[in-house]
């Protein structure tokens, strides 16, 4: 299986920050990876597919890139709404894997 | 507007086996695929199984195989999980996600969840 490595964990950021948070894959998986968010209570929503097309009705804040085994997830100006645990996702080859998840918390 | 809509919250003892459900509306049912991704309390996100909606063809992650099916019925324009011999760490959210393709695709509009509690 592909395991999927995000860093940091948690991030503490304030409104207006720009933020990254890397997700490394264990082999490459060209283009394709998604991003989620997801806030507490609720189903995950798509971000960011095939790693940095920005799925419709997400804000342009939002961005993504990367190919191969190194992508990154970009907030240029983080606001109040934008807080909650994000994750990748291969879909690649089976069986799709999701990484561990990145808490984006308030400072 | 696409929808999907899950049955309810079940509790089961261990041993036992659940069936959830995932009504689809808003799209050509048959057009697309539905994911299957659960996530245990407090945890991240699990893929568990794929089916097309167009041709029934599945595709289940090798954890769950033996213990997984999934099925759909266009008529109703549902799709269906059916997990038996459960154990207590099958304790966990369900959820439902459309995708256009098996692979190289994403999930790109999600059901509510369906939350499964296995306990004596």
């Known amino acids: 299986d592909i395991q999927m490595t995000q860093s940091p964990s948690s991030l503490f950021a304030s409104v207006g920050d720009r933020v990254t948070i890397t997700c490394r894959a264990s082999?490459?998986?060209?283009?394709?990876l998604n991003w989620y968010q997801q806030k507490p209570g609720k189903a995950p929503k798509l971000l960011i597919y095939?790693?940095?097309s920005l799925q419709s009705g997400v804000p342009s804040r939002f961005s993504g890139s990367g190919s191969g085994t190194d992508f990154t997830l970009t907030i240029s100006s983080l606001q109040p709404e934008d807080f909650a645990t994000y994750y990748c996702q291969q879909s690649y080859s089976p069986p799709q894997t999701f990484g561990q998840g990145t808490k984006l918390e308030i400072k | 507007q696409v929808q999907l809509v899950q049955s309810r919250a079940e509790v089961k003892k261990p041993g036992a086996s659940v069936k959830v459900s995932c009504k689809a509306s808003?799209?050509?049912?048959?057009?697309?695929?539905v994911n299957w991704v659960r996530q245990a309390p407090g945890q991240g996100l699990e893929w568990m199984a794929w089916i097309s909606a167009y041709n029934g063809h599945t595709n289940y992650a090798q954890k769950f195989q033996g213990r997984v099916t999934m099925t759909t019925d266009t008529s109703t324009t549902t799709a269906y999980m059916e997990l038996r011999s459960l154990r207590s760490d099958d304790t966990a959210i369900y959820y439902c996600?459309?995708?256009?393709?098996?692979?190289?695709?994403?999930?790109?509009?999600w059901g509510q969840g369906t939350l499964v509690t296995v306990s004596s």
């Open positions: 808003g799209y050509i049912f048959t057009s697309y695929g």
């Open positions: 082999q490459s998986i060209s283009i394709y």
């Open positions: 996600a459309r995708a256009r393709f098996e692979l190289r695709s994403y999930f790109d509009f």
């Open positions: 095939a790693a940095s």
